[in-house]
């Protein structure tokens, strides 16, 4: 039996201890598993990532251009 997605796993998945900004991820997670876990909308994609990041399975940092940057949190690796 298939394991279902969740939204954690696909940003998990995506996640590296290399930043990537939230565009960036969003490219690498890719329209067909966004849609499967419900975060089509960039608005509920960036949300998510704050969850994580509140979780501190993610952490953020703000770059030179004002570009979100995102990381595995220490406890992810």
Not at 39 to 45: R, V
Request: aromatic share 6%.
């Amino acid at each position: 039996m298939r394991e279902r997605m969740s939204r954690t796993s696909v940003l998990l998945a995506a996640l590296t201890d290399q930043p990537l900004s939230t565009s960036e991820l969003y490219d690498r997670v890719g329209y067909v598993a966004l849609a499967r876990v419900g975060l089509i909308p960039y608005p509920a994609f960036r949300a998510e990532l704050e969850r994580l990041s509140a979780a501190g399975v993610a952490t953020s940092e703000i770059a030179g251009d004002g570009s979100t940057l995102w990381v595995l949190g220490p406890g992810s690796r």
